[in-house]
T-cell receptor, first 114, second 114 residues
Framework: DAKTTQPNSMESNEEEPVHLPCNHS???????IHWYRQLPSQGPEYVIH???SNVNNRMASLAIAEDRKSSTLILHRATLRDAAVYYC???????????????FGKGTLLTVNP | DSGVTQTPKHLITATGQRVTLRCSPR?????VYWYQQSLDQGLQFLIQ???????AKGNILERFSAQQFPDLHSELNLSSLELGDSALYFC?????????????FGEGSRLTVL
C-alpha cells in the first residue's frame, strides 16, 4: 500500500476551521484518498474520500492537490465532538478484493479547545 | 450507530484460555473485516471475509482463526491467549468485496488477558 504521512498532533479552537494535512507522494493513479476518524473509545468512522477533485459532504471537505501528492481534510467549524484521531488512507480501486482492507497509520490526534 | 454489532463489549480471561468474539454486520453487507488495536501497534488488519469466503489475510496469528457463517455474522476465535493479545478487536462491514466506499465499524470488543 502507498504510504501517507500525517502530523502526530494538531490543536484547534472550537468553532474555528481546521486543516488536517496528509502527504502521499507515492500515490498511484488508481489510489483513492480516504479519511477516517476515531473518537475516544469508539471504532473508526468514515469521513470522506476522493480521487482527483475536491469533495464536500456534511462532515467535512477534502482538498486534493493538483499533482495528488498531498491532500487536506477541512473541518469548517470544529466542535468538541471533533476531537479524535484522523487517519488518511490510500486505497487502490483496481486491486480487487484483497486490497479492500484499510491500512491505518498513526493518524493525527486533533485536540479541540473550548 | 454504525449498524455493526459486536459482542461481548468487554472480556477478561487468563493466559492459555480461548475466547470467541462475535460480529453481526450491517443488514445486507456481505464483507466482514477484523482489526486489532493495541497501544503499541495501532489498528492492524487481521482478516476479511466476503459472503462466507476468506478474501484477505493480514497480520493474523496462527492461534487466531475466523469464519463467516451463512447468515453473514462472523466470529473471531483467539486461542492459547497470551498477555500481548490484550487489545481492542474491531469488526467492520461493507456491502461489497472491493472498490471504494466506506467501511462501517462496530464499537469493538475489549479483551484483557491476565
Amino acid at each position: 500500500d502507498a504510504k501517507t504521512t500525517q502530523p502526530n498532533s494538531m490543536e484547534s479552537n472550537e468553532e474555528e476551521p481546521v486543516h488536517l494535512p496528509c502527504n502521499h507522494s507515492t500515490i498511484s493513479g488508481t489510489d483513492y484518498i480516504h479519511w477516517y476518524r476515531q473518537l475516544p473509545s469508539q471504532g473508526p468512522e468514515y469521513v470522506i474520500h476522493g480521487l482527483t477533485s475536491n469533495v464536500n459532504n456534511r462532515m467535512a471537505s477534502l482538498a486534493i492537490a493538483e499533482d495528488r501528492k498531498s491532500s487536506t481534510l477541512i473541518l469548517h467549524r470544529a466542535t468538541l465532538r471533533d476531537a479524535a484521531v484522523y487517519y488518511c488512507i490510500l486505497r487502490d480501486l483496481n486491486s480487487g478484493g484483497s486490497n479492500y482492507k484499510l491500512t491505518f497509520g498513526k493518524g493525527t490526534l486533533l485536540t479541540v479547545n473550548p | 450507530d454504525s449498524g455493526v454489532t459486536q459482542t461481548p463489549k468487554h472480556l477478561i480471561t487468563a493466559t492459555g484460555q480461548r475466547v470467541t468474539l462475535r460480529c453481526s454486520p450491517r443488514s445486507g453487507d456481505l464483507s466482514v473485516y477484523w482489526y486489532q488495536q493495541s497501544l503499541d501497534q495501532g489498528l492492524q488488519f487481521l482478516i476479511q471475509y466476503y459472503n462466507g469466503e476468506e478474501r484477505a489475510k493480514g497480520n493474523i496469528l496462527e492461534r487466531f482463526s475466523a469464519q463467516q457463517f451463512p447468515d453473514l455474522h462472523s466470529e473471531l476465535n483467539l486461542s492459547s491467549l497470551e498477555l500481548g493479545d490484550s487489545a481492542l478487536y474491531f469488526c467492520a462491514s461493507s456491502p461489497r468485496q472491493g472498490g471504494v466506499g466506506e467501511l462501517f465499524f462496530g464499537e469493538g470488543s475489549r479483551l484483557t488477558v491476565l
